[in-house]
């Protein structure tokens, strides 16, 4: 069994600031890409950004040189920082992580329970 457990979030004024982290835990035998996808109400879950094994980082382009996505692969966590935080950003953030949990078997993407984040004007 894999989990990704989230923590952060909460409420903001425009222009702050919020940080995000997701731990994984349990049947890891190795973990391809962390990252972090929103959904709003009534709109589908979009990608916010993700952070691949080769070390490379995806950003949504509503997010680019605002949000960070950044991992410490020693604890199995990924992080969201989120700076200048606008009314559009409020959503409910899910983690996602890719993992192999053995090494014959494939990997699959694994979610963490959502976050509430928002940004009032």
């Known amino acids: 069994q894999v989990q990704l457990v989230e923590s952060g979030g909460g409420l903001v004024q425009a222009g702050g600031s919020l940080r995000l982290s997701c731990a994984a835990s349990?049947?890891?035998?190795?973990?391809?890409?962390m990252g972090w996808y929103r959904q709003a109400p009534g709109k589908q879950r979009e990608l916010v950004g993700v952070?691949?094994?080769?070390?490379?980082?995806n950003y949504a382009d509503s997010v680019k040189g605002r949000f960070t996505v950044s991992r410490d692969s020693a604890k199995s966590t990924v992080y969201l920082q989120m700076n200048n935080l606008k009314p559009e950003d409020t959503a409910v953030y899910y983690c996602?992580?890719?993992?192999?949990?053995?090494?014959?078997?494939?990997?699959?993407?694994?979610w963490g329970q959502g976050t509430q984040v928002t940004v009032s004007s």
């Open positions: 952070s691949t094994s080769g070390g490379d980082t």
């Open positions: 996602n992580a890719r993992i192999l949990t053995h090494i014959v078997l494939p990997a699959n993407d694994y």
């Open positions: 349990g049947s890891i035998f190795r973990i391809n890409a």
